[in-house]
DNA sequence: GGGCTGATGGCACTCAGTGCATCATTTGGG
DNA sequence: CCCAAATGATGCACTGAGTGCCATCAGCCC
């Protein structure tokens, strides 16, 4: 149920999948936590509920999530790794704000691998207030993994840090408000169309345009922008294209 | 009445009321727990060794903070209404950006006004996970209110959430990296200077140019922004153009 | 005084989370 | 084929946060 919810053969000692291990008492207590999550809500369902239903001891249920909450956010783990394995895979060509975007792209494949889990899973955390506080520590992971990232890339840039985190903010919320819109819709639309229209926002406004027609060939030295206001003085202009570019 | 002051409750400790009588029990039920998560450990002190040493009853520790974390924010509630306040109060000629700027400064002024408690703070809640976790979702409240007042001042625009959305993260996200520098510096140079920085960086990336030396008669009308890329289309060159400026 | 109100304290309870010991299953040699 | 180490599942007892309920005690109005 976690992620690919092909996996009903339980073939005990079967090496190859073992890398890939998948306890399937893990997706049973998620399944039965839904279940009741469900049909008579997060904070009337205690964990011996959930480990009643699953027919598991207690203690086992804190063997495989640390607390309650994580139940309802089993994948977030490996798709934090995910990300950040892929930004550390990148070389140092491509364009940072671009490599975030995709970064973010991939939370957006992982919630769009599963719709309905992820709209019953959005419903959830919008109504528990204890759910939308454990989804902002998760999120918060992400954006630091993204704000680690460009630090990295801006080291030697004026304001550096400030640049990514902002930017990291930026996408993050860029890429919740296009992944809420498309939750809210019952996972109906084209996500990647909502989150691409998102980002192209957020890399126009970081002086980054939005990926072109034309293959990937672009160098962010190509990138002009100018931000100006009607009648200031030059060295206002200059001073503002400056911070726009952020260069020294 | 023995001494200067009428103490009115003889019998409890002889410690809290040195001060005055005018912080009730709140007061020193901050004051107890600050005491024992610096010299013990945020959590290796139980709710019980607080209102032991503010010499209290341990259900009266509930009735003024609704949780244990709640303690260590103790005037984030009145600062949050405070900034939703200031932000209804303003009328619709201001600038949005520049208004939700402000709104960030009322934050650091909060944070500026006791120092010492602040830099102690920051020190708590870098080092307990559990605390990060409660500031971030202090933190999105903040967000939250910074975001539905540009979503009201953006109604019409095209893409009017989405922009709310990101600005008010991008301001919440340079906010918290001058205040966090600030802070490390243990509270020693200028927050206002830093902060002011930090948001002049996100006014110049949104279109939005920081104060200008002349008095503020300026007008939103009056930004001019060309984002593009050379070689691209015509065509691009306005869509860059439209999306920046985000009229229909 | 007598009753009213609001703040407080005490008590018992639920439930999340942990440490520890025990039991079952698997694995890996000899 | 059997024994032993290892890994995993379970039960049990315990801590600590948070809650509901009721008793208590202050001031206060009549």
Redesign the pocket.
Known sequence: MSSSSAAPTPR??DKAQAAAAK?P?RDALVAAAFQLFLERGYEQ????DIVALAG?????F??YF????DVVFPDHERCLADMTEFLAAGDDGDEPVGRVCDAARLVLRMYAENPTFSVQRYRLTKKVPGLRAYELSVVWRYERALAEYLRGRFAGRRDGTLRADVIAAAVVAAHNNALRSWLRSDGQGDADTTVDHALGYVRSAFGDPPACPGPGGERPEDVVVVVSRRGAPLWRVVQEIETTLGRD
């Open positions: 005990r000692g306890p008492m369902t205690t964990v011996d598991v001891g207690r203690r086992s804190f063997r640390p607390s309650k909450e």
